[in-house]
């Protein structure tokens, strides 16, 4: 339980730290009360302009004005839209949030049997075939394989959409579009291009885990014992695989939020990512702010979340002994 | 005498390679009844393990039986397809590893993996199996069996760890037990303890035991007969007894005459033959004192090391792991430094050298005062010189992506011990003094064995001209020939060049070897010191005669 305290606490600072980034921006990239006013405002009006809005205050008053109006959703109003940016995250987050996980459960659900398969029978030809194709994977760069991915299933087999979100439908009260054919179709490409990287990282790492693991004496004691193959790997190596292999599915899933831009632009899919693009071809620095603090959070919690996990696979950190 | 229970006929193992197969084992007949240790003895590479592990059908991939028969109970097991081998394991054959530390599942509690074992193998439903894995703990000798069930191995000892691999590989109540080096990674009181538990469990059950090791002290207080083997052969077999008495085979007689007696200081040990190489002259250059009194005088020394915080607003604690009063070391002698593990001889050692602050107190040396008050880069320097180490693990302490010749002219070059010409020759004279070929130097560490790199660490820690040498248990990664002839070669060069020594070591026959007086730690506190021969032939503290009544040794004093 310590451990996790300790965690969070430095969960908190780290997000204090991006949230300074995120504040410094103001201060340095241009003056917000230019970009608020025009050209014939007088000299007053701008004085008192910038005293309601607390610009003269000490730099410090103005960092925890920040903070505590971030804390509670409010990040300023879009220079480009004129809307709340905090209400323009929450339109694009579902978006963004049903094609991660839905890569990330693709992923994961191929991804794992396939590194203990490789794992275990590293020499036979359907591992060697799964290991070649975790290449090109790996090796594709995602706006390559999203073009032709269009080209083969939508332009020449014309069985899926090429663009944009599919219809929306309600289901125990959460709105997506992973909840109509439609929006499946729209979804699948998408999901599987983000898929197919994290699923050779991920699967080159459980098997590299396991190769290692299925060395370690207690797996040859494990044999000698007299315990069948099959609890053996899945019982007593796969767990032993899992500390790294969070961490790392930690990361990748966090920085699929964050930085699925090309995939979603590939497929124009109105998600975090193109809204990014906006925000930067705009130069709309709440926009720009907010969406560097969001993504902060994102891999803060994530990592959180993998610590926790840590902590109920390995009892040696439970207990303090590592 | 009861009928056989395994036997090896003309076993062969062979290990295919590219280059040629390579036969690790040629020919070995072996054979255990119920109720009989055997030992298997040999140095490393003699393919002791390798004939424990192809009983067990365990063979390390490439490895396989080439020849000959395995039996059990007059079945052949070489030609069994590999399921009945498998159904084999842990039911019929038990086996337990070097390591009780690494054995376990560190992810599964104790009696979860023993309740594991037991369910599997008898077929049983895991409440049951649970409830027998409680009786099977208490019978090898945990207490509080019942709450150390939900315990994770870390939260055991290394001694209770292999009582749990014991209950493990007994788990099935097989009829033979396979003991691969049981004990080595233990303390010498522990490893008692475990070797009892075995023999009392071979007794209770009828169980034949093949006990591997390379440890003729082990063998002695426990096998009743014993295989002695060499390149992968067998050179003599017999009762326990009568092989160590009276070995017939030449190897066997100089592998009994290399272990060191915890009896006697040996002759050759004490007084060892002295040589002067042309090397010699160098070595001995800039040493112009030859004076007595103290060289190293530590006083009121202690070592605190933080310990993890308890609570999140909790202060960390500390674990003292050396707390003495005072230790000196003369000019000119050797001072052996034992302890069981974890008791910080280590940890002082590192003190002593300066390679490791102390919490309190201070360590001075005769020649350049208190350490922490020599502070210019120039008397840090000289001190630097004139204090070297050689440590125990001649496989890391050596930079494997240096050759030999740049390992030794580094230091020579560094201190400017030497003219730029004359290096070359002087790296080959140190290789030659130390008994390497002058050639050697060519090569890299990976292309010696494990005795020729810890005579490459003698040489580089000569390579400076030192006065003291710290030497953290220079031998126990080494077979028992290699380790007489690096203690020969240790006292040599003691004698030759008049260095002042610090032996650090677990194994109390080998510090009665070399040592002039002799520190006894326990728990980071010396409860003995004194000159070594009245201390091992009278100890005065009751912890030192424990250490000396539980140390195996091959040859009792009758």
């Known amino acids: ?322 | 005498m009861s009928h056989i229970l395994c036997e090896t006929k003309d076993l062969k193992i062979t290990f295919p390679h590219r280059l040629g197969d390579f036969t690790a084992v040629h020919g070995f007949d072996l054979q255990v009844r119920r109720g009989e240790i055997v030992g298997l003895i040999g140095e490393s590479g003699a393919g002791k393990s390798t004939v424990g592990n192809a009983i067990m059908g365990l063979l390390s991939h490439p490895g396989q039986v080439s020849g000959g028969r395995i039996e059990l109970e007059g079945e052949n097991l070489v030609d069994l397809p590999d399921a009945a081998k498998a159904r084999m394991r842990g039911r019929r054959i038990g086996m337990i590893f070097q390591d009780p530390m690494t054995s376990l599942n560190p992810l599964m509690t104790v009696g979860g993996q023993l309740a594991e074992s037991i369910a599997v193998l008898q077929n049983i439903p895991k409440a049951q199996a649970r409830r027998m894995a409680i009786e099977r703990l208490a019978g090898v000798g945990i207490a509080e069996p019942a709450n150390r069930m939900d315990q994770y191995p870390h939260e055991f000892s290394g001694g209770m760890r292999q009582r749990v691999v014991i209950a493990l590989a007994m788990a099935g109540d097989p009829d033979l037990l396979i003991a691969d080096e049981p004990t080595t990674a233990l303390d010498v009181s522990v490893q008692k303890q475990v070797l009892d538990l075995i023999k009392s469990i071979c007794v209770e059950r009828s169980l034949g035991v093949i006990l591997v090791t390379h440890d003729m002290g082990v063998i002695a207080e426990t096998a009743d007969r014993v295989y002695v083997m060499r390149h992968g052969a067998l050179v003599e077999t017999g009762p326990t007894a009568q092989v160590i008495q009276t070995p017939s085979e030449r190897y066997t007689k100089e592998l009994i005459a290399a272990i060191p007696s915890i009896e006697r200081r040996e002759e050759r040990f004490r007084n060892p033959v002295k040589k002067t190489g042309e090397i010699d002259q160098w070595l001995l250059q800039g040493h112009k004192d030859k004076g007595s009194g103290d060289y190293v005088t530590a006083s009121a020394l202690t070592k605190d090391f933080a310990t993890k915080k308890k609570s999140f607003w909790g202060k960390a604690g500390t674990f003292r792991a050396v707390d003495i009063p005072g230790l000196i070391i003369k000019r000119g002698e050797v001072l052996g430094l034992v302890g069981e593990s974890g008791s910080g001889k280590s940890t002082l050692g590192r003190m002593m050298t300066g390679l490791l602050p102390p919490s309190s107190g201070e360590v001075a040396y005769g020649d350049h005062g208190i350490l922490a008050e020599v502070r210019s880069r120039a008397a840090r320097k000289a001190l630097r010189r004139d204090v070297q180490v050689v440590f125990q693990d001649p496989y890391s302490s050596l930079n494997s992506r240096m050759r030999v010749d740049q390992i030794l002219a580094e230091p020579i070059r560094f201190h400017g011990l030497a003219d730029r010409h004359d290096i070359p020759r002087l790296v080959g004279a140190l290789l030659e003094r130390v008994g390497l070929p002058a050639e050697a130097g060519r090569k890299f560490p990976h292309q010696f064995s494990g005795g020729q790199r810890q005579r490459i660490c003698i040489a580089r820690a000569l390579s400076v001209r030192p006065r003291f040498l710290l030497c953290d248990e220079p031998t126990s990664a080494l077979d028992v020939s290699i380790q007489a002839d690096m203690l020969a070669l240790l006292m040599e060069l003691r004698r030759s060049l008049g260095l002042t020594m610090l032996f650090v070591s677990h194994d109390l026959a080998v510090v009665r070897q070399v040592s002039d007086r002799v520190a006894v730690m326990k728990r980071g506190e010396i409860v003995e010191c004194r000159e070594a021969e009245a201390l091992y032939d009278a100890p005065k503290s009751s912890y030192t005669r424990m250490l000396l009544d539980t140390a195996p040794r091959a040859t009792r004093r009758q």
């Open chain 1, 1 to 322: 339980m310590y451990f996790l305290l300790a965690r969070v606490f430095q969960a908190t600072i780290v997000m204090l730290c991006v949230a300074l980034v995120g504040f410094l921006v103001f201060q340095f990239v241009g003056d917000p009360v230019l970009s608020l006013v025009g050209q014939e405002t007088t000299v007053e009006d701008r004085e008192a302009l910038r005293e309601s809005l607390g610009l003269n205050d000490p730099i410090l008053v103005q960092y925890a004005r920040y903070v505590v109006n971030a804390v509670q959703g409010d990040f300023g109003i879009s220079y480009s839209f004129n809307r709340d940016v905090s209400e323009m995250i929450a339109d694009r987050l579902p978006a963004t949030v049903e094609l991660v996980l839905l890569s990330g459960v693709l992923s994961l659900l191929l991804a794992i049997p396939a590194g203990i398969y490789t794992g275990i029978r590293r020499k036979g030809g359907i591992a060697q075939t799964i290991m070649a194709i975790s290449v090109i994977g790996v090796s594709i760069p995602s706006f390559l394989l999203g073009i032709l991915l269009i080209l083969v299933f939508s332009v020449w087999l014309n069985w899926l959409p090429s663009f944009g979100r599919g219809d929306l439908a309600t289901m125990l009260g959460v709105r997506s579009s992973l909840f109509t054919w439609d929006g499946l179709s729209h979804a699948l490409m998408p999901a599987a291009v983000l898929c197919l990287f994290q699923l050779g990282v991920i699967l080159r790492l459980i098997r590299a885990e396991m190769l290692e693991v299925l060395r370690t004496d207690y797996i040859r004691f494990a044999w000698a014992r007299g315990l069948p193959g099959k609890r053996v790997y899945f019982g007593h190596a796969l767990k032993n695989t899992l500390v790294p292999v969070v961490t790392a599915i930690g990361l990748q899933l966090s920085s699929l939020f964050a930085f699925s831009i090309i995939t979603e632009l590939v497929f124009q899919w109105p998600g975090m990512g193109s809204l990014l693009l906006h925000a930067i071809g705009q130069s709309d620095i709440p926009l720009l702010a907010a969406y560097l603090i969001f993504v902060g959070l994102v891999f803060t919690i994530s990592n959180l979340v993998v610590d926790a996990i840590y902590v109920l696979i390995d009892p040696r950190i439970r207990h303090g002994a590592l």
